[in-house]
């Protein structure tokens, strides 16, 4: 059970599943391109994991469909911020947006989502899970494993938490349209 939860978090803070999750979520039409969206993602995903494990590498077909939730979420993520842009780009009022709750936002975010994803990533390496993604990067195994959990997870969860908490502190700086006609 542990070796599950981890290949969640693991493919939620991943870059080559969150990137083009958004990307595909932003982009498609239909909820149905999501979801096969998320199931292109999901495949590619796992090439990659057996290229990089090759000779010999074998699909673990048991936690197949467990690799389809976090490029399912991902997907979902961008068609949802897709949609909230869409709504709130035809409700713009003439005022202006406060920059302090997007500053606050911004620093804020980037600490707690920084925080997290340095958490999973010492939490990933604890439990030895980060040894075929260094040999990844053409180092021995266990050689430098911190700088992997840095770059992997560390980096991008803190322009992750940067950008969702300042668009979090732009829909609180925004004004409140009033209802003068």
């Known amino acids: 059970m542990p070796g599950i939860v981890l290949q969640l978090i693991s493919g939620l803070a991943s870059p080559l599943i969150f990137f083009p999750g958004l990307v595909v979520g932003w982009f498609a039409r239909r909820w149905w391109q999501v ?4 199931v292109a993602i999901a495949v590619l995903s796992q090439a990659e994991v057996l290229l990089i494990e090759l000779p010999g590498a074998e699909p673990d077909w048991a936690r197949a469909p467990m690799g389809v939730v976090a490029p399912l979420a991902w997907c979902a993520a961008g068609r949802l911020l897709r949609l909230w842009y869409q709504r709130t780009s035809g409700l713009r009022s003439g005022g202006s947006i406060k920059a302090l709750p997007v500053v606050v936002g911004m620093v804020l975010g980037a600490v707690v989502v920084g925080a997290l994803a340095l958490g999973v990533g010492l939490l990933y ?6 040894e075929f993604q260094t040999i990844q990067f053409g180092r021995a195994a266990g050689s430098d494993d911190y700088e992997t959990v840095f770059f992997q997870y560390l980096l991008p969860g803190l322009l992750l938490g940067q950008l969702a908490g300042g668009l979090i502190g732009r829909v609180f700086g925004r004004p409140i349209a009033s209802s003068r006609a």
């Open 125 to 130: 390496l604890r439990e030895g899970q980060l």
């Open 35 to 38: 979801v096969l969206g998320a």
